[in-house]
Every structure is written in structure tokens, then in C-alpha cells.
T-cell receptor, first 111, second 115 residues
Framework: DQQVKQNSPSLSVQEGRISILNCDYT??????FLWYKKYPAEGPTFLIS?????DKNEDGRFTVFLNKSAKHLSLHIVPSQPGDSAVYFC??????????FGAGTTVTVRA | NAGVTQTPKFQVLKTGQSMTLQCAQD?????MSWYRQDPGMGLRLIHY???????DQGEVPNGYNVSRSTTEDFPLRLLSAAPSQTSVYFC??????????????FGPGTRLTVT
């Protein structure tokens, strides 16, 4: 049973608008959360992370929000750019470096 | 600095054949791992290693073996390939210790088809 779930397989957004990607988890032992970005025929690359002691982390156009009580995190991309078109994976870990990944959300940014 | 390299990029095997997927990193990372990516499943951990001579099982280890004789290399062996092992395989590495250990560097992947 998947412990990390991304329930939206795809997202289409207009260039310049906000992209919001959602992720839910079931394991209350998870204490570190990450987002990875993946282009076709490449490996995933680390994008942004958040520790369970925080509820928000921002890095340029990317912001991750964590709601521990709801076991939910989200990634906001503002403004969305064509180069953001990729698959985004949510991942979580419980202090042992083993990552549990969601199924991914494919983001398409329309010009 | 090549990062994480994987060979081959593509491979077709017949059921029952064995092969080794190669993975190497030049960042002196202690932690290395193998994942497989299947449609609708995300990436699932197969095996991992926290240093030379130390390996352990991940979420889906059956049918795979690993060894870690050096810091740089972490090969993944398929003992007797099955169609269920058709997948894209990613190797990853990270420095151990602290939050940096979570932010793993991935190789470009090996696409394996078992017929």
C-alpha cells in the first residue's frame, strides 16, 4: 500500500499562473518531505524539501507547504514557466534516508 | 565531475536470463540506492547501501541482488529475469549524515524490457 499519494496524475496551467501540486501521506513517522522534478529520459532532480518542524519552505518560485495534522503537503510554483513542464514526484522519509515516492503529477505549462 | 552514471541505457532480456545493471558515482557519497519506476507506482526502493560492505533491502528486493565493494560502485544483479521486472531502473546517491542525505542525486536510468 502506497504511503505517499499524489491523486492528480496531471495538471495543465497557463504560463504565468500558479501551479499547485498536492500530496498526501499516511505514515505519521515521516519527518522529512521532498519534491523531485523529472524530465523525460532523465533521472529525477531534487527541487525543494521541508522538515516536519516547519510548515512552509520557499525557494525562489517554489514554495512547499506542510500540514501535519492533515498529513498533506503541497508545492506551489509561481509564476509557472514552460520549462516547468515535467513530472513532479512527492517523497517522504522517516529519518533513515529511504524515500517513499508518490506516483507523480505531470505538469504541462501552456503558452 | 560526472555525478551518477548508469549503464546500459537500454536492455532487452529474455525470461530467465541474468544481467547486471551498473551504477557509479564520483562524489564520494556514502549512501547509494536502487529504485524502479513503473507507471502509476512512482519510484520504489529495491536495495540500498550506507557504505562499502553494507547493503540492505528496500521495499521490493525480490529477484535482485546487490553488493558494495567500493564507495563508487553499486551494481544491481537480476538473477533470473521475469517480465514483471520490465521497468526503468534508477540509481541514486547522497552524502550520509544530516539533511543532505535525503537530497539524493539520481542517474539517468536504465530502461529494461524482459520478454
Amino acid at each position: 500500500d502506497q504511503q505517499v499519494k499524489q491523486n492528480s496524475p496531471s495538471l495543465s496551467v497557463q504560463e504565468g499562473r500558479i501551479s499547485i501540486l498536492n500530496c498526501d501521506y499516511t505514515n505519521s513517522m515521516f519527518d522529512y518531505f521532498l519534491w523531485y522534478k523529472k524530465y523525460p529520459a532523465e533521472g529525477p532532480t531534487f527541487l525543494i524539501s521541508i522538515s516536519s518542524i516547519k510548515d512552509k519552505n520557499e525557494d525562489g518560485r517554489f514554495t512547499v507547504f506542510l500540514n501535519k495534522s492533515a498529513k498533506h503537503l503541497s508545492l506551489h510554483i509561481v509564476p509557472s514557466q514552460p520549462g516547468d513542464s515535467a513530472v513532479y514526484f512527492c517523497a517522504a522519509s522517516s529519518n533513515d534516508y529511504k524515500l517513499s515516492f508518490g506516483a507523480g503529477t505531470t505538469v504541462t505549462v501552456r503558452a | 565531475n560526472a555525478g551518477v552514471t548508469q549503464t546500459p541505457k537500454f536492455q532487452v532480456l529474455k525470461t530467465g536470463q541474468s544481467m547486471t545493471l551498473q551504477c557509479a558515482q564520483d562524489m564520494n557519497h556514502e549512501y547509494m540506492s536502487w529504485y524502479r519506476q513503473d507507471p502509476g507506482m512512482g519510484l520504489r526502493l529495491i536495495h540500498y547501501s550506507v557504505g562499502a560492505g553494507i547493503t540492505d533491502q528496500g521495499e521490493v528486493p525480490n529477484g535482485y541482488n546487490v553488493s558494495r565493494s567500493t564507495t563508487e560502485d553499486f551494481p544491481l544483479r537480476l538473477l533470473s529475469a521475469a517480465p514483471s521486472q520490465t521497468s526503468v531502473y534508477f540509481c541514486a546517491s547522497s552524502p550520509s549524515g544530516g539533511r543532505a542525505g535525503y537530497e539524493q542525486y539520481f542517474g539517468p536510468g536504465t530502461r529494461l524490457t524482459v520478454t
